[in-house]
């Protein structure tokens, strides 16, 4: 079982910068796409961006220019950078994780979330 543990969420101005890590711990035969969701007061919650265990990335158009996910398969952990923060980028930012059990079964886990609140 694979359990998720998010950090560097925060209060930052528009404009600003942050930087958000998801440390992936536990076992499993091999842990595939990790991703980064939000959910805004009132919102249900989105796709902000995901990487593959081959590093191939995609974006919602929203972030796109503005944050980049990175991955260190070495370390099981990936990365949100977030540059030119807007006010509607405040929210609860969640760690997803696909990956494959030792039986071979496909798994899914969620972090407990971080809140991002970037004000005007």
């Known amino acids: 079982q694979v359990q998720l543990v998010e950090s560097g969420g925060g209060l930052v101005q528009a404009g600003g910068s942050l930087r958000l890590s998801c440390a992936a711990s536990?076992?499993?035969?091999?842990?595939?796409?990790m991703g980064w969701y939000r959910q805004a007061p009132g919102k249900q919650r989105e796709l902000v961006a995901a990487?593959?265990?081959?590093?191939?990335?995609n974006y919602v158009d929203s972030v796109k220019g503005r944050f980049t996910i990175s991955r260190d398969s070495a370390k099981n952990t990936v990365y949100l950078q977030m540059n030119s923060l807007e006010p509607e980028d405040t929210g609860v930012y969640y760690c997803?994780?696909?990956?494959?059990?030792?039986?071979?079964?496909?798994?899914?886990?969620w972090g407990p979330g971080t809140l991002v609140t970037v004000s005007s």
């Open positions: 997803n994780a696909q990956y494959t059990s030792y039986a071979n079964r496909p798994r899914e886990v």
């Open positions: 536990g076992s499993s035969r091999s842990i595939n796409t």
């Open positions: 990487i593959t265990s081959g590093g191939y990335s």
